[in-house]
């Protein structure tokens, strides 16, 4: 048995460093950091067990080795890695051992970025030089790399020596701009950052555009910091970005609250964040507890579940739209993400599958964020019997011939694809269109096979008998559908735009029309000019709702809405009054008792308000009803004016 413990970690070893290699010196990783993490750990355990460590194991290093090309970086000072736990528990016992010596101990909570660390020097004020991690040692030379990060300052009021680590970054947003523009796309921020820093060419390194966070001081000449705390303000106070989030916390609980906040916030941030970093805040506490030969033990990294994995691409299917577009949907072998199992992610056109080069039966990576539907990030290994995925010549609904128009293939039969046609009426119908209760997807699709409707006004013309006719109907519930297709006639402006299932044109976008256009036919004979005056619209939307406008088939469709008694209510309605909220970007987060989201939402819009998803700097209110989470954290951390229910009330009462 012990020989079998042993042989196992020689294969773990083995298999380890070759992951190692590829991730740190390559760039170029064939497992997801999930996968990873689950063979390191396993090493680490066989290794506590049996007592011995195998000479090449990587838990005797940290990070990789030295790329040639570059010149050596000999750190003054010995960098660490950070000692990690995945679950509560393990991170109360050491919140614990802490306790025992110093039992009024406080502690930081931090971001734990992930990115690649860099340690910066500065003398006289000025930049001097940079290196990364390397092996804790000696690390790469990258001084000129780092001067093209613009969050990394060239001067700072500080003239002594002062060594600063940090973490290297690029936001999802800079990742997502590099790639439109690029044809070879990066495969993850994490990556992108890597091969930056580590690029020979420092003008390669700048078109990335990176961010570097400040995290720790590891020697300012002449002084002598008293906590984490204060380390911290040191730095904001000679301009370097720490990020937005640093919290001091007493006990275990109120650092499982923190835990929990930033776990939410990472769904709608910019940057990537793996978990958090929790420190002793007191750094003379912290001789007491020294180090390890890999760790300092005043200090843990509790690790999220990771949002990235990869998995193997096992085939494409195509999905045909309301607008005619075809979308490739990756089936993949299931394999737990976030806390789900994903068996399907997307790959979003055909220019996407030939930009990331990825295969049938080939190993991907896979990446799950903002609870949306994952998506394919790129490949990572192309394996034995991997193959081309082609795309299709005919509709997968319709066998119509399909046309390439830009990144998409689109199917042209309009009136006779039956997907296509599902998908219009289920849009038409949706809550955030006609909002017409008792129509789901299914009942749609019974009524286009048992009755051949396929167009949006003969929802107008159905009769209860009819309704009668489909599986699970019965009189009273065949009435409430009628019933609520007459409410439906009397319909906003907005909510009409989103009904007609432009391309392009969701909720917000339609918001946005009814905004800038006073009615339906300025709308209509609208020009192009015009239509890219409105906020947020660009030449293909705005070339799509031109066009849908000159279509004698779409003209004719919405003629005959009018005709069995659609009216649009006038944008008078919209009456806009004198409140806070006038020409104010608003976030709603929480649960409102009186109003749902939708109907807040509508009711701000009337104050002309605009309300995002997302907090920014440039938010002027927060609107928060019950279990509001990371939005609120977010905008207390930027100093935005948080609402209350009652303070809303209070607000828009005088004007019901």
């Known amino acids: ?40 750990d396993e090493l680490v355990m066989l290794e506590k067990q049996t007592g011995t460590v195998l000479p090449s194991s990587p838990t005797e290093r940290v990070g990789g080795e030295i790329l040639a090309g570059f010149k050596k970086y000999q750190h003054k000072f010995r960098l660490y890695s950070l000692d990690k736990c995945q679950n509560k528990e393990d991170l109360r016992d050491w919140v614990d051992d802490i306790k025992k010596v110093y039992p009024d101990a406080d502690f930081t909570c931090e971001f734990k970025f992930d990115g690649l660390s860099l340690v910066c020097t500065y003398k006289d004020g000025y930049f001097v030089s940079a290196g990364t991690r390397g092996n804790g040692f000696v690390g790469e030379n990258v001084t000129e790399q780092a001067k093209t990060i613009k969050s990394v300052p060239l001067k700072i009021d500080f003239k002594e020596e002062l060594i600063v680590q940090g973490e290297a970054m690029i936001t999802l947003s800079n990742l997502a701009k590099y790639n439109e523009k690029t044809t070879d796309p990066l495969k993850n921020a994490r990556n992108a950052v890597a091969g930056a820093i580590r690029n020979l060419d420092p003008k390669e390194t700048a078109k990335r555009n990176l961010d570097w966070f400040a995290y720790t001081i590891h020697f300012a000449k002449g002084k002598n910091f008293k906590s984490q705390e204060e380390m911290m303000a040191f730095l904001k106070e000679n301009g370097f970005n720490t990020g937005n989030y640093f919290k001091i916390c007493k006990t275990a609980e109120e650092i499982f609250k923190e835990i929990d906040k ?22 003379a506490h912290r001789d007491e507890f020294g180090f390890t030969a890999k760790f300092p033990k005043w200090a843990m990294a509790y690790k999220f579940e990771a949002e990235e994995v990869s998995s193997i691409l096992k085939d494409v299917v195509w999905h045909v739209g309301r607008t005619g577009k075809v979308t490739p949907i990756a089936e993949i072998e299931p394999v737990e993400l976030a806390g789900a199992t994903i068996k399907k992610a997307t790959l979003n056109n055909i220019s996407d599958i030939r930009k990331k080069q990825v295969e049938i039966g080939s190993r991907v990576f896979i990446r799950r964020s903002n609870e949306v539907i994952p998506e394919i990030l790129g490949l990572a290994e192309s394996l034995s019997g991997s193959k081309e995925i082609i795309a299709p010549t005919k509709c997968p609904s319709c066998n119509f011939d399909l046309v390439e128009n830009g990144a998409n293939l689109f199917c042209y039969n309009v009136d006779g694809c039956k997907q296509q046609i599902i998908e219009r009426l289920s849009n038409f119908v949706s809550k955030e269109a006609m909002n017409i209760e008792g129509l789901s997807y299914s009942t749609i699709t019974a009524l286009y096979e048992k009755f051949n409707i396929k167009h ?27 019933t609520a297709i007459q409410n439906s006639k009397n319909v906003p402006f907005h909510r009409f735009i989103s009904a007609l299932g432009i391309g392009g044109v969701g909720v917000k976008t339609s918001k946005d029309l009814a905004s800038k256009f006073a009615n339906f036919d300025e709308l209509k004979n609208a020009d192009m000019i015009k239509l890219l005056s409105v906020y947020n619209i660009g030449e293909t939307i705005a070339s799509n709702i031109y066009e849908y406008f000159r279509n004698d088939y779409n003209l004719t469709q919405i003629n005959k809405l009018f005709e069995n008694g659609v009216k649009i209510e006038s944008n008078a309605n919209l009456r806009t009054f004198d409140t806070i909220f006038d020409n104010k970007l608003v976030v709603l987060t929480g649960t409102l008792e009186k109003y749902s989201r939708l109907e807040a939402t509508e009711l701000l819009e009337k104050f002309n308000a605009q309300v995002t998803s997302s907090v920014s700097k440039n938010t002027n209110y927060v609107i928060a009803g019950e279990n509001s989470g990371s939005k609120v954290v977010k905008a207390e951390s930027l100093g935005i004016k948080i609402i209350n229910e009652n303070e809303f009330y209070e607000i828009i009462k005088r004007f019901e």
């Open 1 to 40: 048995m012990e020989n079998e413990t042993i042989e196992r970690m020689k294969w773990l070893v083995e298999e380890v460093s070759k992951h190692a290699y590829n991730y740190y010196v390559l760039d170029s990783p064939t497992i997801s950091d999930k996968e990873y993490d689950l063979l390191y």
């Open 262 to 283: 930033i776990d939410e916030m990472r769904n709608s941030s910019d940057i990537l964040m793996d978990g958090v970093v929790i420190r002793l805040n007191n750094i």
């Open 456 to 482: 949006l006004s003969e929802i107008y013309e159905l009769s209860a008998q009819e309704l009668l006719m489909l599986e699970g109907f019965k009189m009273k519930k065949a009435n409430n559908v009628i």
